[in-house]
């Protein structure tokens, strides 16, 4: 199977399930991005992966991220419009005052109930991590989202966010499970 073909097919399943085709992709590379903090950043052996935990984030990515996202960008193209460089500016500006805060916060209180932590220790964790995955929230992604709604169009918008997420989702995974593996 050629790349043009593999292109096709994505292209005729985003346009007939553009939900679940982004949901696909943003759990398999959020799960990835997971994978990867344990082999590359933690040194885990392959064999001593813990898988549950890759499928926690993989599986926030499945039923949340994806599908949010996806929404998302379909509310900012209906609101602040689909093209010009002030409508990407205007775009920025909502999606990390709005998204981009509120999304990190979910993904940390669901990571903490997935991982059956107490409210207290959720609250002690997001207290510790929140600001600083913000903080560097706001070094990486305006730039990306610049580029990605000035120049994408909105079917694959998903998809750039997500394979550039790749390297996010490593650092969220490394960041949300640092304290777990001290311990």
């Given at each position: 199977?050629?790349?043009?073909?593999?292109?096709q097919?994505?292209?005729k399943?985003?346009?007939k399930?553009?939900?679940l085709?982004?949901?696909?992709?943003?759990?398999?590379?959020?799960?990835?991005?997971?994978?990867?903090?344990?082999?590359?950043?933690?040194?885990?052996?392959?064999?001593?992966v813990?898988?549950v935990?890759?499928l926690r984030?993989?599986?926030?990515?499945?039923?949340?991220?994806?599908?949010?996202?996806r929404?998302?960008?379909?509310f900012l193209n209906?609101y602040?419009?689909?093209?010009?460089?002030?409508?990407?500016?205007k775009?920025?500006?909502?999606?990390?005052?709005?998204f981009?805060?509120?999304?990190?916060?979910?993904?940390?209180?669901?990571?903490?109930?997935m991982?059956?932590?107490?409210?207290?220790?959720i609250?002690?964790?997001?207290?510790?991590?929140y600001?600083?995955?913000?903080?560097?929230?706001?070094?990486?992604w305006?730039?990306?989202?610049?580029?990605?709604?000035?120049?994408?169009?909105?079917?694959?918008?998903?998809?750039?966010?997500?394979?550039?997420?790749?390297?996010w989702?490593?650092?969220?995974?490394?960041?949300?499970?640092?304290?777990?593996?001290?311990?």
């Amino acid at each position: 199977m050629s790349a043009r073909h593999i292109l096709q097919l994505y292209q005729k399943y985003l346009h007939k399930h553009p939900y679940l085709v982004q949901a696909i992709q943003t759990g398999a590379l959020m799960g990835a991005g997971d994978y990867i903090s344990q082999t590359l950043v933690e040194k885990k052996s392959v064999k001593n992966v813990d898988l549950v935990r890759t499928l926690r984030f993989s599986s926030i990515g499945f039923f949340a991220g994806g599908p949010a996202l996806r929404a998302w960008y379909g509310f900012l193209n209906k609101y602040i419009g689909s093209k010009g460089k002030t409508v990407a500016l205007k775009k920025v500006f909502v999606d990390q005052a709005v998204f981009a805060p509120s999304f990190l916060l979910f993904v940390l209180v669901t990571l903490g109930v997935m991982q059956g932590k107490s409210f207290e220790h959720i609250e002690k964790d997001i207290q510790s991590n929140y600001l600083d995955i913000l903080k560097t929230n706001y070094y990486v992604w305006p730039f990306i989202q610049i580029v990605n709604f000035y120049y994408i169009p909105l079917q694959y918008q998903v998809l750039i966010v997500q394979t550039v997420a790749l390297f996010w989702n490593t650092y969220l995974a490394w960041k949300t499970n640092r304290n777990e593996l001290t311990q």
